[in-house]
């Protein structure tokens, strides 16, 4: 689990279940040594290949994280960073990516 910030782990196994989530990871400030008291969480998620989620689900999954964490929270569908064109910003996501869940 990450140290710069406190996880409860059943909080995020009963999320990930009810969302179909098959991997939730943080990235950014909050794996890093610049996590501040204002800083917000990344977060970067794979579902399972059943689900489908609409944008209204996707908003209700951030506003679910941001009371698990107590901040504001940055929600990424991995597909979208490794489709992405920006190959630097792609590289630098996925490499510095920890895993908090996995099923």
């Known amino acids: ?3 710069n ?3 409860s782990r059943s909080q995020i196994d009963r999320f990930c279940h009810r969302w179909q989530v098959s991997e939730l ?3 950014g400030s909050v794996v890093r040594e610049d996590f501040g008291p204002d800083s ?3 977060v970067l998620v794979q579902f399972q290949p059943q689900a489908r989620h609409t944008l209204l689900d996707m908003a209700r999954m951030e506003a679910e994280l941001r009371q698990i964490f ?3 929270v940055d929600l ?3 597909s979208a960073i490794e489709q992405s064109r920006n ?3 792609r590289r630098a996501v996925l490499q510095s990516a920890e895993s908090i869940h996995a099923a």
Do not use: C, K, P, S
């Open 76 to 78: 990424v569908e991995r």
């Open 25 to 27: 990871a943080l990235f």
């Open 1 to 3: 689990m990450n140290a």
């Open 87 to 89: 190959h630097f910003r």
């Open 70 to 72: 107590g901040r504001d």
């Open 40 to 42: 917000d969480v990344d």
């Open 5 to 7: 910030i406190h996880i």
